[in-house]
């Protein structure tokens, strides 16, 4: 079994930055990629950001490169999601997710694990 515990959302201003943290316990994660999934109310959720377990080499959606940064701290097992230069669209629920070689994959359906969420809200 897997658990991903996510932290770090809460009520910013529009530029304002915020680090998201995900933990992961109950597996061995050298062999898992892990990534980021948001979903605004009403919409679909989607593929924000992910990084390749074993060599760190990430991948991010096109509305926050340059913006957004993933790393992990593998002795502590932990995913960070670090955001900077926070728009209103990014408001949404913020999920880590975890699934060996998806890296690549922004379909969520494929992820097999997933925190509870955080929530990230960035007023104007």
């Known amino acids: 079994q897997v658990q991903l515990v996510e932290s770090g959302g809460g009520l910013v201003q529009a530029g304002d930055s915020l680090r998201l943290s995900c933990a992961a316990s109950g597996r061995t994660f050298t062999s898992y990629d892990m990534g980021w999934f948001r979903q605004a109310p009403g919409k679909e959720r989607e593929f924000v950001a992910a990084?390749?377990?074993?060599?760190?080499?990430?991948y991010y959606a096109d509305s926050v490169k340059g913006r957004f940064t993933i790393s992990r701290d593998n002795a502590k097992n932990t995913v960070y999601l670090q955001m900077n230069s926070l728009k209103p669209e990014d408001t949404a629920v913020y999920y880590c997710?975890?699934?060996?070689?998806?890296?690549?994959?922004?379909?969520?359906?494929?992820?097999?694990?997933w925190g509870q969420g955080t929530q990230v809200t960035v007023s104007s």
């Open positions: 990084i390749r377990w074993s060599s760190g080499s990430p």
């Open positions: 997710a975890a699934e060996p070689g998806a890296v690549r994959t922004t379909t969520p359906r494929v992820w097999r694990y």
